[in-house]
């Protein structure tokens, strides 16, 4: 009987093992902050030149287009790192320098895969929303319209936005507590579908282009740890990429933040990181 047990029991270690060592099924997610743009660079000045000369929705600077284009040479290119390849879809904030730096990342992945989804999300904007004015005196932008996006940019929009109508719907300036519930949704939302795909047994790999903030508060909702706009832990460089994979449980493992081994030459500041 000793025998017959001992190749039985060997098996059955193998056999785990084995079922162990298969990949998880996990929805990881790949997030890319936006090129330097016009308010970047007003920053560098002074938090006081950003507040009087700051653009409610602004462009990305020549620097930033480099950047993005850097950004997407990588992505598609075949020394792109492991974890970053296989994106089957792509979300965009509906920010003008999100959508300008998701130009050449989804030219560079649909030039290996035509039929990439890109679509635009409202809900993954930069904390603090689209506004004019200073502070204390706020007053709401709407934004790009729907007919303006579809018309500059080929993406997928969701139903819900009106083709004359702005995506920006807050009645004023966001708050932080107001940004970090936006994102705590966002962040639910993709936990359900994290367990969608990984009861099926499949894994998906989703780009956001989307921003910094959003990125600090996003990881932090995801690893469930309290985010504080005075101590972001989770601070990136422009186009710097950052990637986390959520499961089936709702847990999530954070692969690497702020990767930016793309970004040669003078295309980095990196004595400012978290600023640009």
Request: aromatic share 6%.
């Amino acid at each position: 009987m000793s025998r017959l047990l001992l190749p039985l029991l060997m098996l059955s270690l193998l056999l785990r093992r084995s079922f162990s060592s298969l990949p998880q099924p996990r929805l990881r997610l790949i997030l890319v902050r936006h090129g330097e743009s016009q308010n970047n660079v007003l920053n560098l000045v002074s938090k006081q030149h950003y507040r009087e000369n700051r653009f409610a929705d602004p462009a990305l600077t020549e620097l930033g287009e480099k950047q993005a284009a850097a950004t997407g040479e990588y992505l598609g290119s075949p020394a792109c790192h492991p974890l970053l390849s296989g994106v089957t879809t792509v979300a965009v904030s509906p920010f003008l320098r999100t959508l300008q730096t998701s130009l050449p990342i989804v030219a560079a992945l649909r030039s290996r895969e035509p039929e990439l989804p890109v679509e635009l999300w409202p809900d993954i904007y930069e904390i603090s929303g689209c506004y004019d004015g200073l502070p204390g005196a706020e007053t709401p932008n709407p934004g790009l319209t729907g007919e303006e996006i579809a018309e500059r940019f080929s993406y997928t929009l969701p139903a819900n936005l009106p083709p004359s109508a702005g995506w920006y719907t807050h009645p004023g300036r966001e708050s932080y507590a107001e940004g970090v519930a936006r994102i705590g949704a966002v962040a639910e939302r993709l936990r359900a579908r994290a367990a969608q795909r990984c009861a099926a047994g499949e894994s998906e790999t989703l780009c956001l282009v989307v921003h910094g903030d959003f990125i600090d508060v996003l990881l932090n909702q995801l690893l469930r740890m309290p985010a504080d706009p005075s101590k972001a832990r989770f601070r990136t460089y422009n186009t710097s990429i950052s990637a986390v994979d959520v499961f089936g449980d709702g847990m999530a493992a954070c692969l690497f933040s702020n990767f930016h081994e793309h970004l040669g030459g003078d295309m980095c500041k990196r004595e400012q990181l978290g600023v640009v």
